[in-house]
């Protein structure tokens, strides 16, 4: 095992510590009153935490070039999986939403299967078009861009705009590391952003949280009130913040203190240094995972080497960005720390990947024999 994939191990567990610590944290008070059990959040977490490792161990043992050759497949199993949201009986609904797929024992979102589908699909299809792109062929755009278009319907319909907006980069990322020109990739996304901009123009809630974004003091107590919590967690934290436990905000101030704002707990109880603490360990995940991609000058592992590292620290970018007040609300959970079970499990599939990219890069070159 490479240097760059034993420090992405320990980034990756200590994220998931960090993780299991401020949701027991975050949630105690809350399962209490509503579970009767302060520890109902955690022993959760911990199965999930067990689910993911067990899911890190397969995809890491996995072949690259066996998925490679099921790309299609796969992402057309991505498609299945996600009408079946709309299914009476299968699919679940939460908040207004409908995104998840539930058994007796488990609920998953299938748009985080739907994540990994598509960096495996477009880093196969766009290094396998590579050359006719060069050339000018950029007809060859046309399936890969129908694909998209199919699968951000499917998402968009459930409602998940954050979702959709998360695909639509990884994808504008990939297509600028594949070696399109930036003004195409420009060109296509200009209507996608505008359909963007009338979807949340036609929707109120979605208008309330630009709105929240653009001047939270305007309804404190209404659309404003989460992200004026958030920024309180921060300030009361400081530098050494209150104390691990010591959180107020997480007193039913703070909605989803230990979902998608568990971030602003971290800077409320351990303060700025806790937060530079997690910020840097995602720094040295995308710099280990970067030197894994360019280790290689295959581009097809290279290109999905980068969409892997891209999902977790991309997506961890955008919920600190979110709790801090820099951009929109989204939904979208801090990767290895935010309470749930998909997100982890996917999230260390991806990490499981990425690894065994590099085997398979170190494997076929003789310089790292």
């Known amino acids: 095992m490479s240097q760059e994939s034993r420090s992405i191990i320990i980034i990756t567990f200590l994220l998931i510590a960090v993780g299991v610590i401020m949701i027991y944290s975050a949630s105690a008070v809350f399962a209490d009153q509503l579970f009767g059990s302060p520890s109902y959040f955690l022993r959760r977490q911990l199965f999930y935490v067990i689910l993911g490792l067990l899911a890190f161990a397969v995809s890491f043992y996995s072949n690259p070039e ?35 797929i539930g058994f007796s024992f488990f609920t998953f979102q299938p748009v985080e299967y739907a994540k990994l589908a598509v960096c495996l699909y477009l880093s196969d299809y766009l290094t396998r078009k590579m050359k006719l792109m060069v050339t000018g062929d950029h007809m060859v755009l046309v399936p890969p861009i129908a694909v998209l278009l199919f699968m951000l319907s499917l998402v968009i319909i459930q409602p998940d705009l954050g979702s959709t907006i998360f695909i639509l980069m990884i994808a504008g990322i990939l297509f600028v590391l594949a070696g399109i020109r930036l003004r195409y990739v420009v060109i296509a996304t200009i209507p996608l952003l505008l359909a963007i901009v009338a979807l949340i123009v036609k929707a109120p ?28 967690a921060f300030s009361s934290g400081g530098i050494r913040g209150v104390g691990l436990g010591q959180s107020t905000q997480k007193l039913f101030y703070l ?24 910020v840097s360990l995602y720094g040295c995940f995308f710099i280990m995972g970067v030197r894994i991609a360019n280790k290689t000058h295959d581009p097809f592992y290279r290109l999905f080497a980068y969409s892997l590292v891209l999902v977790i620290t991309l997506q961890a970018l955008i919920n600190i960005l979110v709790t801090t007040g820099l951009v929109p609300t989204k939904g979208l959970p801090l990767p290895f720390i935010s309470y749930g079970g998909t997100s982890l499990i996917f999230n260390m599939i991806a990490v499981g990947l990425l690894l065994a990219v590099d085997r398979h890069i170190v494997h076929r070159s003789p310089s790292y024999r």
């Open 66 to 100: 066996f998925l490679r050759s099921h790309s299609k497949s796969l992402i057309i199993f991505a498609f299945f999986l996600l009408m079946l949201v709309f299914i009476p009986g299968l699919g679940h609904s939460a908040g207004g939403a409908r995104r998840w």
């Open 255 to 278: 909605p989803q203190s230990y979902t998608d704002f568990i971030f602003s707990i971290i800077a409320e109880e351990l303060g700025l240094i806790g937060t530079l603490f997690i």
């Open 205 to 232: 809630y979605r208008m309330n949280r630009i709105a929240a974004f653009l001047n939270p003091w305007k309804d404190p107590r209404g659309t404003g009130f989460q992200i004026i919590q958030s920024f309180l």
